[in-house]
């Protein structure tokens, strides 16, 4: 941020407005070529900041057809968009009594007066837009999280079934919604109705068994209390030796911590960046200090290989949840992928 406007009031350059409006775009109902025509008209502008201290530090005075030329698009074209970017106040009209455009200089050839088009709502919106932007990423995000554990829930439903023909409905319904990027609560209804019918499987199973075997009850019950499973997920220990050995990325990130809850911040650092979103939050109130290491080494150990890191945690996870894979197996797997891993990595730089 640099610059001082008339009001005495630091702005940023107008290069870093333009990339507030940019990445605030879909939420304003931007199109593209709007963006570029507000784009050239910016690169008239001869000052770094657009700021009310001179004329020409805010109003573009250029003509349409220079606008035209410089984003190789039709006269009718660039008039179109600058109506669309008044409709939606990022600039504004400061006509003169016949309509035109101009300016008038003195003999420094300093623009004294001039009329044409106003940027100052880039300036006067710029944190309102910076808002929007963190808003729409942070509703993209929950989305992504979203869709991610459907599709998990729905794999999940597939690995339970003995016939895929039980559940073609829904899978078809799911597979279009997908296709189609449906609203939140499409999702979210769809993620109720698969968890419905996972839950009405895992019931069924309990009962089997303990139609066949009261031992085998006991045993089934205390598998999915979440008491039992904190417990023993809590039990589990992890040498230094074994976590270097492993994991030596993750390793590298945490050798600093200065203590337990310092390195806590720290795997958090990581979950963000790898997008883990509340599924790394609500792992951490069922596993112990130790698992959550493993599990964020292994994903962290091979993240350029992995698509979707939040997707591959909900999978991994519902695989130790279920049996299908022994917490101590990440070691022996992490092991395996060292790669460029003992290469050390600033995680600062990319949250």
Known sequence: MSGTAGQGICTPKKWMLLRA???????????????????????FMSGDQISADQDDHHICFASNVAIAKRTHVSVQTVERHISALVELGLIRRVMSANGKRWARRNRQGRVV????????????????????????????????????????????????????????????????????????????????????????????????????DHENEGHKEDSLNPIVKKEKYSQ???????????????????????????????MDDIAEYLRFGQTWYAMKSTYGPALRFMVLGYIFQR??????????????????????????????????????????HDISSRS
């Open 21 to 43: 409006v940019e990445e605030a775009r879909e939420p304003l109902g931007v199109k593209s070529t709007t963006l570029n025509v507000l784009r050239a008209m910016i690169s």
């Open 113 to 212: 007066t001039a009329t044409g088009l106003s940027l100052m709502p880039l300036s006067e919106r710029h944190s309102e837009f910076i808002q929007e932007a963190q808003r729409h990423a942070d509703r993209v995000l929950e989305f992504t999280v979203l869709r991610d554990k459907v599709s998990a829930a729905l794999a999940r439903l597939r690995e339970l079934v003995a016939d895929d023909t039980a559940i073609s409905d829904l899978m078809a319904t799911v597979r279009n919604a997908l296709r189609r990027k449906p609203e939140a609560n499409v999702l979210g209804e769809l993620l109720a109705e698969i968890s419905v019918e996972i839950s009405q499987i895992k019931q069924a199973d309990t009962e089997n068994l303990r139609a066949n």
């Open 236 to 266: 589990i220990q992890v040498s230094p030796d074994q976590m270097e050995r492993s994991f030596p990325r993750l390793c590298s990130e945490l050798r600093l911590a200065r203590d337990q809850s310092h390195c806590d911040r720290l």
């Open 303 to 344: 993240a350029e290989n992995i698509k979707s890191h939040q997707a591959y945690l909900i999978s991994l996870i519902s695989k130790i949840d279920r049996g299908d894979m022994q917490p101590t197996a990440l070691l022996a797997h992490g092991s395996k992928i060292r790669g460029s891993a003992g290469h050390t």
